[in-house]
Structure formats: structure tokens, C-alpha cells
């Protein structure tokens, strides 16, 4: 079992940065993919960063590529999200996930909204 909470949203102006946090509890930790998933509202939840077991690699989605960056530090069990540039569009809640197939864990989200 993986208990993920994530912090670190608010209101910001558009063009501000903020950075997300997500703390995990459970075992093997550093064994998971992690990932951050977005939902706007009226729409689905869509992919925006994930980062693999080592670290080594990450991807992101078209729409925050250059703008956001995805990163862990095992030895805290923490995943972050570093937005910067931020659009009106990126207004959401923000949700951490944890992978470890065939398991997978959700956080309960942080709102990030973007002024115009």
C-alpha cells in the first residue's frame, strides 16, 4: 500500500511558478513509477509528467513540455512538480500517482489555479 498527498498548489498569476509536492508513505518506494495527472473542470484527467523507478527518465505531456519539470528524491519519498510559465489553461487539480504495476495509487489532489 501506497498513501500518497500532494501540496503545494494555490492561485498564481498567469506567467508565476509553482511547485508541487507529493509525499508517499508505504514500502518500497523508490521501486514505483510516479507520475502527476491533471483534471480541469468539465474535462478528463490527462497525463502530465512522469518520471521513471531510477530517475533516469521522464516524459511529459505536449501541452508542458519546457515549462514543467518532474523530479523525486527516494531517501524523502517525495515527487515534485516545478511549473513555471504558467498558462490560464493550466488551471486544475493536480493529482500524484504511483505505478507499480499491476498496482497503482492516487493522491487527493491540489488545486492550482492560474489568473489571467
Known amino acids: 500500500q501506497v498513501q500518497l498527498v500532494e501540496s503545494g498548489g494555490g492561485l498564481v498569476q498567469a506567467g508565476g511558478s509553482l511547485r508541487l509536492s507529493c509525499a508517499a508513505s508505504?514500502?518500497?518506494?523508490?521501486?514505483?513509477?510516479m507520475g502527476w495527472f491533471r483534471q480541469a473542470p468539465g474535462k478528463e484527467r490527462e497525463f502530465v509528467a512522469v518520471i521513471s523507478s531510477s530517475g533516469d527518465t521522464t516524459e511529459y505531456a505536449y501541452s508542458v513540455k519546457g515549462r514543467i519539470t518532474i523530479s523525486r528524491d527516494d531517501a524523502k519519498n517525495m515527487v515534485y512538480l516545478q511549473m513555471n510559465s504558467l498558462k490560464y489553461e493550466d488551471t486544475a487539480v493536480y493529482y500524484c500517482n504511483a505505478r507499480l504495476m499491476p498496482d497503482e495509487y492516487w493522491g487527493q489532489g491540489t488545486q492550482v489555479t492560474v489568473s489571467s
Open positions: 508505504g514500502h518500497s518506494f523508490s521501486r514505483y513509477i
